[in-house]
């Protein structure tokens, strides 16, 4: 699994023109799951995510959590972070869940992230989506839970 952070002031997600998800200060969050991934698995990254301290304190140091900061999140699928470019110019998704499975997980991390993060956001899977934000800092950081 592998989540794309970036702390933003402001994200917002449309499908066909309409706001499905937006928020102010917090985390934009890209999902991708591949075909290994399991409940366990997105566990594991939702405690990291909710536990970084990537928030600025009011010394300007970089100490405080998502709850701590009052900071939203918003939850983006995107299957294209298990793209593979090692052969060709073309990528390959192979290594990217089977979509049932990845839907069954991205649901189950939007609800396991509701029960501990008061305003969460989110796409939908498989939409065809415009994400926008305002990238804070920029700060952007990598999760992928083969390095956790």
Same mark, same amino acid.
Request: some cysteine; hydrophobic content about 40%; proline content about 3%.
């Given at each position: 699994?592998? !989540?794309?952070?970036? &702390?933003?002031?402001?994200? +917002?997600? @449309?499908? +066909?023109?309409?706001?499905?998800?937006?928020?102010?200060?917090?985390?934009?969050?890209?999902?991708?799951?591949?075909? #290994?991934?399991? @409940?366990?698995?997105?566990d594991?990254?939702?405690?990291?995510?909710? /536990?970084? &301290?990537? !928030? %600025?304190? +009011?010394?300007?140091?970089? $100490?405080? +959590?998502? #709850?701590?900061? /009052?900071?939203?999140?918003?939850?983006?699928?995107q299957?294209?972070? *298990?793209? $593979?470019?090692?052969? /060709? $110019?073309?990528?390959?998704?192979?290594?990217?869940?089977?979509? %049932?499975?990845?839907?069954?997980?991205?649901? *189950?991390?939007?609800?396991?992230?509701? @029960? &501990?993060?008061?305003n969460?956001?989110?796409? %939908?899977? /498989?939409?065809?989506?415009?994400?926008?934000?305002? $990238?804070?800092?920029? !700060?952007?950081?990598?999760?992928?839970?083969?390095?956790?």
């Amino acid at each position: 699994m592998r !989540f794309v952070i970036q &702390r933003v002031l402001h994200a +917002d997600v @449309k499908i +066909d023109g309409k706001t499905a998800g937006e928020i102010e200060k917090g985390l934009l969050v890209l999902i991708g799951v591949s075909g #290994e991934d399991t @409940k366990e698995t997105a566990d594991k990254m939702i405690r990291k995510l909710i /536990g970084l &301290r990537i !928030f %600025e304190d +009011d010394m300007g140091k970089t $100490n405080l +959590d998502l #709850e701590t900061a /009052g900071g939203s999140l918003l939850l983006v699928s995107q299957f294209t972070l *298990y793209a $593979n470019c090692k052969k /060709g $110019n073309r990528p390959s998704f192979i290594e990217a869940g089977p979509p %049932e499975m990845a839907e069954a997980l991205y649901q *189950y991390i939007i609800s396991e992230c509701r @029960k &501990r993060v008061p305003n969460v956001g989110c796409g %939908e899977f /498989g939409a065809d989506m415009k994400v926008s934000l305002v $990238n804070d800092g920029p !700060f952007t950081i990598l999760l992928d839970s083969a390095q956790l």
